[in-house]
């Protein structure tokens, strides 16, 4: 699916133009400095009046540098700003090929992170570019609290998180922002949340993050031991692979952890558990083998982003493919079923 296209008329509004800036940069991973100049230019924006943007010296205003601000009176001038026309034409560049027709059945993304955890948006932001992209609903799976290098949700954060979702269903209906997390599966493969609370979710992403490389053996044990779990939805990103350095982290990348594929795959298939296809571009996970394997194995899946900001939402293209290309069929993708399907299958 190509990016969504950009106003082009003579009244532009430079929020916009700012905000679909900023989409860009994140749909092709550029560093998150760059990013926050063009988001934070169109916060300053926001509170503005027409005619006070137009009068108000732009660098003045608080979060408004150089860039943005030749950005703004472009825009205010009725013109498509350079730095925009640029990233458009770079953005015809498809992301990947092949995964139209899947990518076009896809409702919803169930694996989704805001500035609550180490995301880079608030969840609304996060939502409205769903929205926006033509989702029906997107799931927002901020981590858990023992992964606290990404700001994990304790218990108390994450009943709160739930009321700022409540709050934007009003806002956005009939779109809906599913309640969920992605929950650390410990060492033992316990999950890192309270049970009840993790009852009242609506999607459950269990992932491992520490300890990748422990023996093959242990590894199955600790990722059957969450997927036999009853609050267990999705299993995310099976291997913990890194294909490529992802900014500030894993310079090399990260190879696969070990373990029992062929007793990983029968166990989500026996406890109605989603493999997911991760389309982050540096995971990419599970390789082609596996995600192979699991069709074989008779699994479900789940093609999320993963995204940790809004343009990352526009990757599922790069999961679709590489679905399409192993034979993953569409009617056991969870996340081309409707909100109320996916609900039901998930429990609630």
Not at 97 to 113: I, M
Not at 145 to 169: C, F, H, T, Y
Not at 239 to 252: A, S
């Amino acid at each position: 699916m190509a990016a969504p296209s950009a106003p082009d008329q003579p009244d532009r509004d430079p929020v916009s133009d700012l905000r679909r800036i900023a989409f860009l940069l994140e749909r092709s991973l550029a560093s998150s400095y760059r990013v926050k100049a063009f988001r934070g230019a169109a916060s300053a924006l926001l509170p503005l009046e027409p005619e006070q943007i137009r009068t108000a010296k732009l660098t003045d205003l608080k979060g408004v540098g150089e860039k943005s601000a030749a950005v703004i009176e472009q825009s205010l001038a009725g013109q498509v700003p350079d730095y925009l026309a640029n990233l458009e034409q770079e953005a015809r560049q498809p992301l990947a090929e092949g995964g139209e027709e899947l990518r076009a059945a896809l409702r919803g993304d169930c694996h989704s992170h805001s500035d609550w955890s180490d995301g880079g948006s608030p969840p609304a932001e996060m939502a409205w570019t769903a929205k926006e992209l033509g989702h029906e609903y997107l799931v927002l799976t901020d981590h858990s609290p023992r992964l606290k290098v990404a700001n994990g949700l304790s218990a108390d954060r994450l009943r709160r998180q739930l009321d700022v979702i409540e709050v934007i269903n009003q806002q956005l209906a009939p779109f809906r922002v599913l309640t969920g997390i992605e929950v650390d599966i410990l060492d033992d493969g316990t999950l890192d949340q309270d049970p009840q609370l993790l009852a009242r979710l609506d999607v459950v992403v269990a992932s491992v993050h520490s300890k990748l490389a422990m023996p093959g053996k242990a590894m199955t044990r600790r990722m059957i031991a969450a997927i036999e779990n009853p609050h267990t939805d999705i299993l995310g990103h099976c291997t913990g692979r890194m294909v490529k350095p992802r900014e500030g982290r894993n310079p090399k990348g990260r190879p696969e952890s070990e373990f029992d594929a062929d007793a990983v795959f029968a166990a989500c298939r026996e406890n109605g558990t989603a493999v997911e296809i991760n389309s982050r571009p540096e995971r990419l996970d599970p390789p082609r083998r596996l995600l192979r394997q699991a069709v074989e194995a008779g699994c479900v899946f789940s093609i999320d982003t993963d995204a940790h900001a809004p343009g990352q939402l526009d990757w599922q293209i790069i999961g679709t493919s590489r679905a399409q290309e192993c034979g993953v069929p569409a009617e056991r993708v969870i996340n081309t079923w409707s909100a109320e399907e996916l609900l039901a299958w998930t429990g609630n």
